[in-house]
């Protein structure tokens, strides 16, 4: 039977100064994210947007424990993961604007955001399409030798998936260096845990493919990191894929506009209290307001930027919509 | 030139691929030491190993997911699904995913993987192993399709699929792997795109895709005894289709019927009649005319079946009927 790692807070496996800088990235996804959202509501953004307000210290936590040249592959809520994985905001936020200058070149849009250059394969639409993908990419590493791992981000709803027993099931059988990362926040859409999962402990989905797991904190960023650090060192070592169970928490609609009609009120503002993941590292480090203002305003400056940027951006010609058919 | 039956035109496109360069791997349900369900892959876990002839669990949307996944780190996969009719497992994968990828990402992606299947009626298996849907495929932007229906053609065909940087869905049918035919020496890609006129003609134009050509070249025989010249045209791909040589040939016959062995309702004739009505337009003295199956799922009986799916005569009546429209 393979092995699920109960994982607690880990303490002192990031100096002061790293765990730093990852507050000051999780600041900038909230800020742009946030951003993101004020100038869909002012009708500026074209299409359909997610945001992961309360998930970043997941983007955050995961990228830092991976190498450079690793890959990720995310879903319909993706701008975190991007912007951590190290796309600049402008080049994304171009994208939401529909611009040329876009991560995408103004064809995907917010679900279909890419910068392979930078190791990001594709934010995916389709719920758990990305999976076997990310297998497949991983069987690529494993045929040339390279050290590198592939990324999959996925939700709780994803895990009801057929896809997803298909992708976990060959990537463990066939030993490939990936990483399934569940960013389990207890809803898909509208509908909880209790009305889409028959278990609890998600866990023991990918036990039962004999894939080892570890149960992660998703508020703390410190604890995200050592997990992937250490799975992405197993999986790197040819042991095998490695699925990380990490709890997490949306602290807001699913989409943007949600009135969220199916969530309990004062349980919500509950969490947005406790569980907010930079809140939760503000107090860890023991930010003076001073401190928090100064990086407030750093990275206000570059989310203000990218909006700048993207609206100063080139609109494609409609004609070039059928540029990349084809190769 | 040497002669080989489709099957082995088909593995040896694959062995040859797979010597020369170290990207192209095969990966299906029971392709290794059995060799696939038609034989087809059959010796070559022996000479390639286990690591390149990867058998797979029964996973259509992972084989061809995974496929997607190793193709976009520049592989050139070439994955099996078993059966046609299991390629419906993997639509989404194929139409969402594969066909996508390099629009949504504004050309930073290319998928080149090689989809090889194979089905078709004529041995009574039923409703769930004789399909024929190549048509479904020719409606979705971003994939290529390709139906070679000749040892040569398949062979030819298949190494510019596997070369090909976009998501190629290939189709065999079942009763064409025993035909035997000329093939070059050294294999020869064959461009897509490019029509064959498998035999020429002046009074009319049928065109014909997969078994429906040989079907087609017999009933042409018939025909030549009636006193009537019939061309048979084989496009080879769907997509991209040659409907410069499609329509260069009506325009010489000024007769036209399209042939394949799926359902006639929304099939590949469908595409070809309005690609013909188009561009002869001022040329046609007849309406055009398909052959195709009768619009059911595929029964038993080897009766039902027979009655069920076309066959040179089919072919024959429809031509037939276009020579009678003075
Ligand atoms: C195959 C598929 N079915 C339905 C949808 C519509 N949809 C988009 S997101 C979503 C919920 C996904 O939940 P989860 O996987 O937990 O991700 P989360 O939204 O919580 O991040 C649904 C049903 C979809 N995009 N794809
Ligand atoms: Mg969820």
Redesign the interface.
Known sequence: MAKVEKKARSEGALSDERLRELFREMLLIRRFEEKVEERFRAGELPGFLHVAIGQEAVASGVMAGLEPDDTIMSTHRAHGHTLAKGTHPNAIMAELYGKTEGCSGGFGGSMHLYDVANGMLGANAVVGAGLPQVTGTALAYQFRKEDKVAVAFFGDGATNTGVFHEALNLAQLWKVPALFVLEMNGWAESTPMSQHLPITDLSQRAVAFGMHSIDVDGQDVEAVFTATKEAREYAASGKGPVFLNVRTYRLVGHYIGDPQVYRDKDELNELRETKDPIELLRARLELSDDEFEQLDTEVTAIVEESVAFAKAGTDPAPEDALKWVYA | MPELTYREAVRDALSRAMREDDDV?IMGEDIAEMGGSMGVTQGMLDEFGA?RV?N??I?E??I????????????R?VVEIMYQDFLTLSM??LV??AAK??????????V?LTIRTQGGAGWSPGAQHAQQFESWFVHV??L?VVFPSTPEDVRGLLWSAIYD??PVVFFEHRLLYPLKGEVPDELEPIPFGKARIMREGADVTVIAIGRMVPEALQAAEEAEALGISVEVLDPRTLLPLDEEAIIASVQKTNRCVTAHEAVTRGGFGAELTAVVQHGAFDHLDAPIERVGAKFGPLAFAPAMEQWAVPHAADVLEAVKRTVARA
């Open positions: 791997f690591e990867r797979t669990p996973s949307m992972a061809v997911g995974t496929g997607i996944g190793a193709a976009m780190q520049g592989m996969p989404e994968q969402n995913q990828h390099r629009t949504m990402s504004g050309g930073q992606l290319k080149p932007p971003g290529k940087d976009n």
